[in-house]
């Protein structure tokens, strides 16, 4: 059925770079027999998911939406995806991304754009694009998405749909090709808080292969959803409002909503309490030296060597083999952070930006850990505004990263954040999204607050 609803929409919505077809037929016919004998791997066994193309698949190009990664075949899965197969998940396919994850409305990638199935003249949001519009348009049940400043919780909000950020290190990242590392997570797309627990579990928890991976059990996030959802009560629960994510330069319709819902919470029980963030506005400036520093290191093994793309005309060496495979291999916004991030980690700049930007950091760090003394749980509007139009930022770099401003602190502190509808904007009928961060490791707060609010 989801295969069908991919053939009648793709046209429209274009939200895979690749289709598995018979491959998932194959597999969901084998679990089929699994089930019947008695031995499904899961109660999720046969559940089909999208998978965003930055994450590693054996069977399936990887091409994290960069042609000079075009037509990659990984050696291996990365590990999200191996635990959702041995669960008995089927993979669909590969969603459409921005380049090597860095936009905000998938106008990046080299393979052409996502269209928000809400709307097809606006954008799904980015760089996770393609997996929101697959769920929402119901192309998929759950997808996968990795979220470095807001990947998986800015196209769930503009999407109607529901997106997670987990803490870092509580989903593993290997195989997950690396934008900037130490901002990096994977996590769930769905189009409801418990179908995302669902996901969060099975891919979730300690993992050998990543070194940043947490070693400590976690409680089940779904088991958090049900337990929001049958309580629906949030008595006892401080609910923080960051002043610094709301207000001017928010569109009305994301404010008269997001206030509706804090009207819900308090009604919930709830206790509202304003909160303040003062270093959140320097937030965006640290993450755009941090990320394009992390970034053009990782970057750097892109040399027509171990990877992808190779132009070699004849007779050139090898950094001229190397300088027109990236010249012709990475598109214009991939070019500027590479440029930014080598210029801010050269000798002379190094203190001036990086470690500034570090330093920033921390102040953010601090941020969260003051505000969490007030409040259980902070929240925000997911986003700015509803689904912008196609073209409207994508020759203005710095309008593209202020659209980052609300998701972008929780990356910088390793803060779990979710993304929820709420409803639509009365101007435009387009979805809106809450933002709802917890402290780190404590994500099943983000479920059971989550679940109450459906
Ligand atoms: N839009 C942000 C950026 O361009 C976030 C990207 C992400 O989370 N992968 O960097």
């Known amino acids: 059925a989801h295969l069908d609803r991919i053939a009648e929409v793709e046209p429209d919505v274009h939200a895979f770079l690749h289709v598995a077809g018979e491959a998932a037929l194959t597999r969901a016919a084998e679990i089929d027999r699994l089930r019947a004998a008695g031995e499904a791997p899961s109660p999720l066994a046969g559940v089909p998911v999208a998978i965003k193309d930055v994450l590693c698949t054996s069977d399936m190009p990887s091409t994290a939406a960069s042609r000079i990664l075009e037509g990659w075949i990984p050696p291996y899965d990365a590990t999200p995806v191996a635990r959702l197969r041995a669960a008995g998940l089927v993979p669909l396919g590969k969603t459409n991304m921005d380049e090597f994850a860095m936009g905000s409305s998938t106008e990046y990638s080299a393979y052409g754009p996502t269209h928000n ?188 060597v171990r990877f992808g793309l190779r132009v070699d005309p004849g007779r050139s060496t090898t950094e001229q083999v190397m300088a027109l495979s990236r010249e012709r291999g990475f598109g214009p916004e991939v070019k500027r952070r590479v440029i930014l991030g080598t210029y801010a980690l050269s000798a002379g700049y190094y203190d001036a930006y990086y470690g500034s930007a570090q330093q920033v950091r921390t102040l953010v760090q601090r941020d969260f850990a003051a505000a969490f003394e007030q409040a259980d749980v902070l929240v925000s509007p997911s986003t700015p505004t509803t689904a912008f139009r196609f073209g409207e930022k994508v020759d203005d770099p710095l309008a593209m990263y202020l659209n980052d401003v609300t998701t972008i602190p929780a990356n910088l502190a390793g803060v779990p954040g979710m993304s929820l509808p709420i409803g639509l904007a009365p101007e435009d009928g387009l979805p809106v999204g809450l933002q709802i961060m917890a402290p780190v490791r404590e994500d099943a707060r983000l479920y059971r607050v989550g679940a109450t609010l459906e």
């Open 117 to 304: 199935p809400w709307d097809l003249s606006r954008i799904p949001g980015g760089s996770g694009g393609g997996s929101a519009a697959a769920v929402s348009a119901f192309e998929a049940p759950v997808a996968l998405g990795s979220d470095t400043g807001g990947s998986i919780r800015q196209p769930a909000a503009v999407t109607g749909s529901v997106g997670v950020k987990p803490t870092y290190g509580g989903v593993s990242r290997y195989g997950a090709i690396a934008l900037a590392s130490s901002l990096d997570q994977v996590g769930p797309v769905s189009r409801t808080v418990l179908d995302a627990g669902l996901i969060h579990d099975v891919i979730g928890g300690y993992d050998p292969n990543d070194a940043t991976s947490l070693q400590q059990a976690w409680p089940s996030m779904a088991e958090a959803a049900r337990r929001g959802a049958a309580e629906g009560s949030l008595a006892g629960v401080r609910v923080g409002v960051v002043k610094e994510l709301n207000g001017d330069g928010f569109q009305e319709g994301v404010r008269s909503r997001f206030a509706e819902s804090l009207e819900r919470m308090a009604a919930a029980g709830a206790e509202i309490v304003e909160v303040a963030a003062p270093h959140f506005e320097y937030a965006i400036s640290a993450y755009y030296l941090i990320l394009p520093a992390e970034a053009s290191s990782n970057l750097a093994k892109y040399d027509a």
